[in-house]
T-cell receptor
Framework: AQSVAQPEDQVNVAEGNPLTVKCTYS??????LFWYVQYPNRGLQFLLK??????LVKGSYGFEAEFNKSQTSFHLKKPSALVSDSALYFC????????????FGKGTRLSVIA | EAQVTQNPRYLITVTGKKLTVTCSQN?????MSWYRQDPGLGLRQIYY???????DKGDVPEGYKVSRKEKRNFPLILESPSPNQTSLYFC??????????FGPGTRLTVL
């Protein structure tokens, strides 16, 4: 069965510093990987995805993520954090090989401090 | 405008009183799903549907029912709600292997 782990419940970073939100996954086949963000009192919004191709994926709001097959990771990164990036971030995975559902991690709360 | 709509957005009810939360999408997506979000537990899938008349249980299906009679609609039914179903519920739709679009959420309180 596929699964996603976000090992950090909370990440704190100072404004202007680089940020990383970690995600590791487990699938039996090849993965489709996604990052979503949830701002307070809002639904989830799509940030970026990896389907195939370049391991470095660029998404909305200056975020990017690197697919690392050997480490089964898909960490979310941004070179310079903004206070407005403070939100709840979810990693999700789906197995390419079959009709399987999308599975979400438990989320990581990012706080960017001015 | 492409969107996923949910109704109601807020609902307070009592134990045992049947309720339905509607979900509708206007993007002709095959895949639809329901999630509940609880503090410390993240997003857990209740049910999903790969297409019309095809539904499957997610991680936490107990106490819920769904139906998919039309492609655009995927209602969530609580036949006999209990307080442990107090939660924030999200409906989502998308292509099977692509981005999911989420509704605005339904905050349900069961007294």
């Amino acid at each position: 069965a596929q699964s996603v782990a976000q090992p950090e419940d909370q990440v704190n970073v100072a404004e202007g510093n680089p940020l990383t939100v970690k995600c590791t996954y487990s699938v039996s086949g090849n993965p489709y990987l996604f990052w979503y963000v949830q701002y307070p009192n809002r639904g989830l919004q799509f940030l970026l995805k990896y389907i195939t191709g370049d391991n470095l994926v660029k998404g909305s709001y200056g975020f990017e993520a690197e697919f690392n097959k050997s480490q089964t990771s898909f960490h979310l990164k941004k070179p310079s954090a903004l206070v407005s990036d403070s939100a709840l971030y979810f990693c999700a995975v789906r197995d390419y090989s079959g009709n399987t559902p999308l599975v979400f991690g438990k989320g990581t709360r990012l706080s960017v401090i001015a | 405008e492409a969107q996923v709509t949910q109704n109601p957005r807020y609902l307070i009810t009592v134990t045992g009183k049947k309720l339905t939360v509607t979900c509708s999408q206007n993007m002709n997506h095959e895949y639809m799903s329901w999630y509940r979000q609880d503090p410390g537990l993240g997003l857990r899938q209740i049910y999903y549907s790969m297409n019309v008349e095809v539904t499957d249980k997610g991680d936490v299906p107990e106490g819920y029912k769904v139906s998919r009679k039309e492609k655009r609609n995927f209602p969530l039914i609580l036949e006999s709600p209990s307080p442990n179903q107090t939660s924030l519920y999200f409906c989502a739709s998308g292509r099977l292997v692509d981005t999911q679009y989420f509704g605005p959420g339904t905050r349900l309180t069961v007294l």
